[in-house]
């Protein structure tokens, strides 16, 4: 197992597209573990391939609520619940879709930031477990949420890119000048509300 180093905005290589897996070799299941440990080590909900550089269709989850340490499936929706978490999808495909939601969403590749995006409420997935095999799923809540923003990254978006062209470009160009802001020394007011949204779900 490893920490993989995640790539961040303005980098590249975050608009390279994913690649569909042909089988799930052993080096592919090594890397989706790896993914997993990583997304946890910086309190992620979720990541793709694209985020640690790997151009494959590959993206890994777990969007149950936490406190201490404890999960809280009472927190979940009857759908999420049903879905065994943490996931692996490799080749994750939208199938079906119904209705509209918004969230305030993060993402570890721009990190102190959070915007509401409107995505779908209802979606069924399909794609291959760690194992290779087929998986096909209805969810909603936050989890259908994280999916959507991780077949994003896959497709080379990032969720800044979904919000109004003002405000995206606001956004964009504020992080290329000044890059982002040092949690570990928060000095303005600014830098002290990113630290406070920190604890807030990137996705
Ligand atoms: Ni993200």
């Known amino acids: 197992m490893a920490i993989l180093e995640v790539l961040k905005f303005p980098d590249p290589r975050l608009r390279k597209k994913g690649v569909a897996v042909k089988s ?53 929706t009857d759908l999420e619940r049903a879905v065994t978490q943490p996931l692996v999808i490799f080749n994750p495909e939208i199938v079906g879709k119904e209705g509209k939601t918004t969230y305030d969403e993060g993402c570890l590749s721009v990190p102190t930031y959070f915007e509401t995006v409107e995505r779908f ?38 969720f800044i890119d979904r919000l109004s062209p003002v405000k995206s470009m606001r956004i964009k160009s504020k992080i290329k000048k000044f890059g982002y802001p040092d949690p570990s020394h928060p000095e303005s007011e600014e830098e002290l509300e990113a630290e406070l949204a920190k604890e807030e779900h990137q996705l």
């Not at 080590?41 to 406190?67: C, H, M, Y």
């Not at 209802?122 to 994280?146: A, H, R």
């Open 24 to 76: 799930v070799t052993p080096e592919l299941k090594t890397l989706a573990q790896d993914m997993l440990e990583t997304m946890y080590s910086f309190n992620g909900i979720g990541l793709a391939a694209a985020q640690v550089d790997k151009q494959v269709r590959l993206i890994v989850l777990d969007t149950r609520p936490r406190e201490n340490g404890r999960y809280k499936p009472e927190e979940l």
């Open 121 to 158: 409420d209802k979606i069924e997935v399909k794609g291959l477990d760690i194992d290779g095999k087929p998986i096909q799923f209805t969810t909603d809540g936050l989890l259908s949420i994280c999916i959507q923003h991780e077949i994003d990254h896959l497709d080379g978006k990032l």
